[in-house]
């Protein structure tokens, strides 16, 4: 089943900063992060395995919960290169491939 | 990181055509699958293709409208046979690199006319 991911999409002022939501309705292995820009293939930003860590950079971080089967990731002091389509994917078991939310649409303005 | 290249990286085709798209990987890999993107949409999984046995797809598609070949550890084929205008859209290779990256080629933009 396609995870959902919320928001659908969200404006931000340059340093600011944006949530983004990923749940799905069965059980997860792993969840990973992406993020699309116009025209060009989706970049893979980081993975989460279960056990509910949190990775990331200082600027951009996710979290994991393996018991509510959501992921979020978190962008603070949000820079114009942030902009793009951020997709979440889930994995069920290991080494299966991943299926794709419909992906949040975010544009940092100046 | 693989390094995944794509051929070629657009067409235009005319409806009942068909098109073979090209996914090479610069290292061996395991686990190859195609996506399909339609504009402004989602990734949808087509098939996952398998090394030395046939394709495996995911439910709504089907080997005689997209025939895969996997012939080695670092290739694959994708064709889109009798083409018709709700074909077009953007066909991405990727690949499951190390810890369970899965890394995508630069896809190829179809367009069917």
């Known amino acids: 089943q396609q995870p959902v991911q919320s928001p659908q999409a969200v404006i931000l002022r340059e340093g600011e900063d944006a949530v983004i939501n990923c749940s799905s309705s069965k059980a997860l292995y792993s969840v990973h992060w992406y993020r699309q820009k116009h025209g060009e293939a989706p970049v893979f930003l980081m993975i989460l395995l279960k056990g509910g860590e949190q990775k990331g950079h200082e600027k951009i971080s996710a979290s994991f919960n393996e018991k509510k089967q959501q992921s979020s990731l978190y962008l603070t002091a949000s820079q114009l290169s942030y902009s793009g389509t951020y997709f979440c994917g889930t994995e069920g078991a290991g080494n299966t491939p991943l299926v794709f939310g419909k992906g949040t649409r975010l544009s940092v303005i100046a | 990181s693989a390094v995944i290249s794509q051929k070629p990286s657009r067409d235009i085709c005319q409806r009942g055509t068909s098109l073979t798209i090209q996914c090479q990987v610069d290292s061996q890999v395991t686990m190859m699958f195609w996506y399909r993107q339609q504009p402004g949409q989602s990734l949808t999984l087509i098939a996952t293709a398998n090394q030395g046995s046939e394709a495996t797809y995911e439910s709504g598609f089907v080997i005689d409208k997209f025939p895969i070949s996997r012939p080695n550890l670092t290739f694959s084929t994708l064709t889109v046979s009798n083409m018709s205008p709700e074909d077009s859209s953007i066909y991405l290779c990727?690949?499951?690199?190390?810890?369970?990256?899965?890394?995508f080629g630069p896809g190829t933009r179809l367009l069917v006319l």
């Open positions: 990727s690949v499951l690199g190390e810890q369970e990256t899965q890394y």
